[in-house]
Structure formats: structure tokens, C-alpha cells
């Protein structure tokens, strides 16, 4: 298990930017992966972006061009940097991680992004 802590989410108004956080402990050595989600009231969780130990990255169709994932190996910490928020964007954010050796996703508690129109 990975410890993944998020933060900087909050209320933004349309057109806004944040950048999310997500520091790893713990086994942080070991992962190969990272990630955000996100679930919005009502709706499944779906990937936003994601990064691998090359870096490569990944991103929904919804957010291309607007957000950033990038990741600090040294820090063990993960980034989402968001711009041009819109109200659709509003959910709770989760980061998770791979591990080495393991096919599924270890989770963060979520920070909530709130977008205002």
C-alpha cells in the first residue's frame, strides 16, 4: 500500500485555474503509475489523465489542452495542473498509483473542485 494525500482543490468560478496535489508515502519507490479521476454526483469515476515512470501521458478527450499531469519523483508527488475550468469539470478528484507487481489502482481520499458558472 501507497498513502496518496491530495490537496488544492476548492471553489473556482468559470475560466478559473488550480492545481491539484497528491503526495505519495510509504512504498512511493514502487510504484510505476499514477493517475487522476474523477466522479462527479451520480456518475462513475473516470480517469482524467495519467503519467507512467517514462512519463508518458494520457489524457480524456474532455480535458486536452487544459490540464497538466505531471509528477516529481523526487518529492513522490503528483500534479494537476487545471485551466480554463469549466462548470462540467466539478467532482471529487482522486489520485492513484500502480504498484509494482499489482494490476490495480491504490486510491487517494479525494479532494473536491468545485467550478461556479
Known amino acids: 500500500q501507497v498513502p496518496l494525500v491530495e490537496s488544492g482543490g476548492g471553489l473556482v468560478p468559470a475560466g478559473g485555474s488550480l492545481r491539484l496535489s497528491c503526495a505519495a508515502s510509504?512504498?512511493?519507490?514502487?510504484?510505476?503509475?499514477m493517475g487522476w479521476f474523477r466522479q462527479a454526483p451520480g456518475k462513475q469515476r473516470d480517469m482524467v489523465a495519467s503519467?507512467?515512470?517514462?512519463?508518458?501521458?494520457t489524457y480524456a478527450d474532455s480535458v486536452k489542452g487544459r490540464f497538466t499531469i505531471s509528477r516529481d519523483k523526487s518529492k513522490n508527488t503528483l500534479y494537476l495542473q487545471m485551466i480554463s475550468l469549466k462548470p462540467e469539470d466539478t467532482a471529487v478528484y482522486y489520485c492513484?498509483?500502480?504498484?509494482?507487481?499489482?494490476?490495480?489502482?491504490?486510491w487517494g481520499q479525494g479532494t473536491q473542485v468545485t467550478v461556479s458558472s
Open positions: 492513484a498509483a500502480v504498484l509494482a507487481g499489482s494490476s490495480g489502482w491504490n
Open positions: 503519467i507512467t515512470n517514462s512519463d508518458t501521458t
Open positions: 510509504g512504498r512511493a519507490f514502487s510504484i510505476n503509475a
